[in-house]
T-cell receptor
Framework: NAGVMQNPRHLVRRRGQEARLRCSPM?????VYWYRQLPEEGLKFMVY????????ESGMPKERFSAEFPKEGPSILRIQQVVRGDSAAYFC????????????FGPGTRLTVL | RKEVEQDPGPFNVPEGATVAFNCTYS??????FFWYRQDCRKEPKLLMS???SGNEDGRFTAQLNRASQYISLLIRDSKLSDSATYLC????????????FGAGTRLFVKA
């Protein structure tokens, strides 16, 4: 039973380019969460999605960032016109239900913006 | 004030020591609680859920005090491999579902 999968594991972009991060949840999980972790800092919640719905995006910057979780395929976190401050580790987690169920994390995508 | 607060540490302990981590949360509507462990440059991994009745898993014991809004993790007989950052995590479902991570407490276990 594969765990949460994220790709790419490492992504390098130049300022102004777009970054696309992918997350495939664990089998049977329909809830996906994205987090950002800056070096030497804690995890910050960005967005919570269910299939085809954004449930809570209160942690996501209003501009340049978007997320989706289509009916088929992985969840995508998209960052347009990246800036150096976007350099961070982006973790995806999945759970079968909300509120009381544990979240299981993928290995993360490390984004470096040159 | 942060919604979930932890002592940042670091805690430096010898092998075999008992170490306790504390965590407080400010939103009384919080519903579920967890401890995660994160190794350097790795993803967080679930260590254990936390219940009011307390739960134990080998050398690890977690406790929740809802009245005081306080969560604890006790590690007995520390091993070198316990060195990591321990994250206190709180879920709530008021004003939208939220998962809030504490900033973590770093533990170094030394031989």
């Amino acid at each position: 039973n594969a765990g949460v999968m994220q790709n790419p594991r490492h992504l390098v972009r130049r300022r102004g380019q777009e970054a696309r991060l992918r997350c495939s949840p664990m089998k049977g999980h329909s809830h996906v969460y994205w987090y950002r972790q800056l070096p030497e800092e804690g995890l910050k919640f960005m967005v919570y999605l269910q299939k085809e719905n954004i449930i809570d995006e209160s942690g996501m910057p209003k501009e340049r960032f978007s997320a989706e979780f289509p009916k088929e395929g992985p969840s995508i976190l998209r960052i347009q016109q990246v800036v150096r401050g976007d350099s961070a580790a982006y973790f995806c987690a999945s759970s079968p239900e909300t509120t009381s169920n544990e979240q299981f994390f993928g290995p993360g995508t490390r984004l470096t913006v040159l | 004030r942060k919604e979930v607060e932890q002592d940042p540490g670091p805690f430096n302990v010898p092998e075999g020591a008992t170490v306790a981590f504390n965590c407080t949360y400010s939103n009384s509507a919080s519903q579920s609680f967890f401890w995660y462990r994160q190794d350097c440059r790795k993803e967080p991994k679930l260590l254990m859920s936390v219940y009011s009745s307390g739960n134990e898993d080998g050398r690890f014991t977690a406790q929740l005090n809802r009245a005081s809004q306080y969560i604890s993790l006790l590690i007995r007989d520390s091993k070198l491999s316990d060195s990591a950052t321990y994250l206190c995590v709180v879920n709530r479902n008021t004003g939208g579902f939220k998962t809030i991570f504490g900033a973590g407490t770093r533990l170094f276990v030394k031989a």
